[in-house]
């Protein structure tokens, strides 16, 4: 069954300094896992494609959201050519992992346990999350961005723009990369979930050749 991975675009960038000096210039807060299951048909089709020959699929969504502090050492507000420099001083990330399964009406044990295997795998890979963001956030804080553009608000923009690529190329590596890794190849090892593989045994080989 074909498997969608999407990353939600990330909230606006909010640069200020955060309420408290005591706190921790990294807060990392992760929400627990999401799941439902929707039932198809030809009235009610799934909000992603099915693959060719697929009556199933699960959506598994990595989401982070973000905040910065800031500082501005040097900034030029000249019309039409506005440049800043933002020092990070402090990150706060909320990491979400969503997860839908689109199931035909009447699906077979079979085909649900294949769905739930694709969840299992996400899931496994988000348990890491609070680690992986904090490493991340952590690398940025204390070092300066530059930034420019029309105006002083769309220089700090691109500036906060650059942080946030940081971040999120760290991240996404190592969750929303990884999970559509294994789920590859759970569905090679399973073809789909149409041979006789079981699916705990797929997913054990899964894990298995990444420990290696």
Do not use: W
Not at 92 to 119: D, M
Not at 174 to 200: C, F, I, W
Not at 204 to 211: C, E, G, M, P, R
């Amino acid at each position: 069954m074909k498997l969608q991975h999407l990353i939600y675009p990330i909230v606006a960038v909010a640069l200020c300094a955060f309420p408290s000096r005591a706190q921790s210039p990294v807060q990392i807060s992760v929400t627990p896992p999401e799941s439902s299951i929707q039932t198809i048909d030809a009235q009610h089709p799934p909000a992603v494609p099915l693959e060719p020959g697929c009556s199933a699929t699960t959506d598994i969504n990595f989401r982070l959201e973000r905040s910065y502090a800031s500082t501005c050492p040097f900034k030029d507000e000249t019309p039409g050519v506005s440049r800043v420099t933002l020092q990070i001083t402090g990150v706060r990330l909320v990491t979400r992992l969503i997860t839908i399964i689109y199931l035909p009406s009447g699906a077979s044990a079979k085909l649900q346990a294949h769905e739930q295997g694709h969840k299992y795998i996400g899931e496994q890979c988000y348990k890491d999350a609070y680690r992986i963001a904090y490493y991340a956030a952590s690398q940025v804080v204390g070092k300066q961005y530059a930034g420019a553009g029309t105006t002083f608000e769309a220089a700090k923009t691109d500036a906060a723009n650059k942080v946030t690529k940081e971040i999120e190329d760290f991240y996404v590596s190592r969750t929303l990369h990884l999970s559509m890794a294994l789920n590859g190849e759970y569905d090679r090892l399973t073809n789909h979930g149409k041979n006789q593989v079981p699916e705990t045994q797929a997913i054990q080989q899964v894990f298995a050749a990444l420990k290696r």
